[in-house]
């Protein structure tokens, strides 16, 4: 790839798109971002409809599976907004570009149609089916050239995997195994074996991805890693609407500290977050050594049941990886007392009791009956998803797979 270009990683969620220039150093093979980025919110677009709710899932899928897709006028609009919005960021950043060419990587959530360039399911948000050629018309015109079209609408659990593995201190550098929970809107799993990453799509018949995975109240994993879904969990034991919790700023960090004030709803929230993300951290250790144990059941209970026997069986991990908001949550003062050291002495005795790990394996992950402190670390990675984007883009224009 001889001829200069732009690289920018776009990471679009729930609620906003967020975008950075991506450098490449070919004297190490790293990634890095740029100091240049930029963030759209969906409700400060133009047309952006605040009471939207999207078409349940069920629908979507069985529009889908009968090839007859119906966009209503609602997701039409709205789909418009989310474009628009990521159109706006690249736009953004282009404008630094001096004329060059830009090559772009997007990362969306939701399921994606056959050419991956567009999402035909997606659970808080409008079905966008041509949303990659949306973006790419609303740039050019403005004059901005692509180096080559948008490739496809990645995974940003993916993502985050490539960047803790390329970037310069990512936190899937120097070990062989490890596993990354990332808590934003939802959660994200990423999984490197072998020094490889392995998409859990590719991994499905023997783990789980944290939102299919249920806890003995029936609450998925996914509320207890995203920042909305711990807050849904304290509004219902606090007896408060989620609307008023936001409109008085009340979020994840808020009702930790509430909890370090002794406000009862704030306690549980926090005890229930702590007993069930060491449980489910406690689940992929086991599952990787010795198969899946059925610590949780599934939340569709027509998923497909997990085999025990797998290729990395008798593995362990060298390290687990906490990012996103919740890695950031953890970092601070109030999250380390309420959440992290807590996580830390559960997750240690759960091994230590552990009836299906021998002596060998608890050595690795314990000193003591402690847990080892390179063993779960907090990345320092924010914006892994939106490297991601730009590493995978660059990979596949580098390799001809565009």
Not at 206 to 215: F, P, S, V
Not at 354 to 359: D, E, K, V
Not at 376 to 386: D, F, M, Q, T
Request: with cysteine; glycine share 8%; proline share 3%.
């Amino acid at each position: 790839m001889s001829k200069k270009f732009m690289l920018i990683g776009i990471d679009g969620g729930a609620s906003k798109v967020s975008g950075w220039i991506v450098r490449f150093s070919g004297k190490d093979n790293n990634f890095s971002l740029t100091q240049f980025h930029s963030t759209k919110i969906y409700s400060d677009i133009h047309g952006y409809l605040s009471d939207f709710k999207p078409l349940p899932v069920t629908i979507q899928l069985q529009q889908w599976q009968d090839k007859k897709i119906n966009l209503t006028e609602s997701e039409l609009q709205q789909g418009a907004v989310y474009t628009e919005a990521c159109a706006r960021v690249i736009i953004k950043l282009a404008q630094k570009s001096n004329s060059q060419p830009i090559l772009v990587g997007i990362g969306m959530p939701g399921l994606k149609t056959e050419d991956r360039r567009g999402i035909y399911v997606l659970a808080n948000g409008p079905r966008i089916v041509n949303y990659a050629a949306q973006v790419e018309d609303k740039i050019k015109a403005k004059g901005i050239q692509f180096l080559s079209p948008i490739s496809h609408l990645g995974s940003d659990a993916d993502y985050c995997g490539l960047g803790e593995k390329f970037d310069r201190n990512g936190s899937f550098k120097n070990c062989d195994n490890a596993y990354y929970l990332g808590g934003g809107t939802g959660a994200a799993d990423a999984l490197l074996l072998h020094r490889e990453l392995v998409p859990f799509d590719q991994a499905k018949n023997w783990l789980a991805k944290t939102w299919e995975m249920k806890n003995d109240l029936g609450i998925s994993m996914e509320k207890y890693v995203s920042a909305s879904g711990l807050q849904s969990i304290y509004a219902q034991l606090a007896n408060r609407h989620i609307e008023e919790l936001i409109q008085k700023k009340i979020y994840s960090l808020q009702i930790a500290r509430q909890a370090l004030q002794g406000d009862s709803a704030s306690i549980q929230t926090f005890k229930q977050a702590v007993d069930y993300l060491s449980l489910l951290l406690f689940e992929r250790i086991t599952t990787l050594y010795c198969g899946w144990q059925s610590i949780f059941q599934f939340v569709n209970p027509a998923r497909q049941q997990l085999i025990s026997a797998h290729p990395y069986r008798q593995e362990v991990f060298d390290r687990i990886v906490i990012g996103q908001r919740l890695g950031e949550l953890l970092k601070t003062e109030t999250g380390k007392k309420v959440l992290l050291n807590p996580l830390y002495r559960n997750l240690a005795n759960l091994i230590l009791n552990s009836t299906a790990l021998p002596p060998e394996i608890k050595e690795h992950y314990l000193a003591g009956n402690q847990l080892r402190s390179e063993i779960l670390v907090i990345s320092g990675l924010r914006e892994a998803a939106a490297l991601g984007a730009g590493i995978d883009a660059f990979q596949r224009q580098r390799s001809g797979r565009t």
